[in-house]
């Protein structure tokens, strides 16, 4: 089945640092591609999405390109802050399935 | 405030008493799911449901019963609690599912430990 892996946790980084997140799929088709983060206490929510190939997503200063070719779709920013530290959790949809497949979760934590 | 709301947030029980988790979303949306999130393992769904009395299986619905009889509302039903089933559970919907939009709308999470 559709599956997503994530590069393995927890991230610590200094503020103003270059941030990029692993992540990459296996699926059949064309699934779309999204980012979700989940802040302290609360649930996920949708940071950025990318429906086809070449397609890059952004939002809040951060990006994902839709990778086909290396079935990846990483996760990058430029330059953190404190307020970034999160879990970050990569995910898709696709193949008819009524669901988004997730991966396991990145925690990232920013250091002022 | 567009929301999804679950309660109770933090729940202790024991094994075997029967508990209700209950999803509200006042978006109007077709459909709606639960996911449980286990460290290492991300989210993984357990039921999910397309309309009103509409509900399926997800990838890990054994042990868990849910009903839709408003739109509005999905509650979790556990009947007979067990260990394995601690984890921190989501309630999602969205407008309907297309697949390419993806946006769940998730509600905070109830954290349930079953002794």
């Known amino acids: 089945g559709d599956s997503v892996t994530q590069m393995e946790g927890p991230v610590t980084l200094s503020e103003e640092a270059f941030l990029t997140i692993n992540c990459t799929y296996t699926?059949?088709?064309?699934?779309?591609l999204f980012w979700y983060v989940q802040y302290p206490g609360e649930g996920l929510q949708l940071l950025l999405k990318a429906t086809k190939a070449d397609d890059k997503g952004s939002n809040k200063g951060f990006e994902a390109t839709y990778r086909k070719e290396t079935t990846s779709f990483h996760l990058e920013k430029g330059s953190v802050q404190v307020s970034d530290s999160a879990v970050y959790f990569c995910?898709?949809?696709?193949?008819?399935?009524?669901?988004?497949?997730f991966g396991q979760g990145t925690r990232l934590t920013i250091n002022p | 405030e567009a929301q999804v709301t679950q309660n109770p947030r933090y729940l202790i029980t024991v094994t075997g008493k029967k508990l209700t988790v209950t999803c509200s979303q006042n978006?109007?949306?077709?459909?709606m799911s639960w996911y449980r999130q286990d460290p290492g393992l991300g989210l993984r769904q357990i039921y999910y449901s397309m309309n009103v009395e509409v509900t399926d299986k997800g990838d890990v619905p054994e042990g868990y019963k849910v009903s839709r009889k408003e739109k509005r509302n999905f509650p979790l039903i556990l009947e007979s609690p067990s260990p394995n089933q601690t984890s921190l559970y989501f309630c999602?919907?969205?407008?309907?599912?297309?697949?390419?939009?993806?946006?769940?709308?998730f509600g905070e999470g109830s954290r349930l430990t079953v002794l």
């Open positions: 999602a919907s969205s407008p309907d599912w297309t697949g390419n939009t993806g946006e769940l709308f």
């Open positions: 995910a898709l949809s696709g193949g008819g399935a009524q669901k988004l497949v």
């Open positions: 699926a059949t088709g064309y699934p779309s």
């Open positions: 978006m109007n949306h077709e459909y």
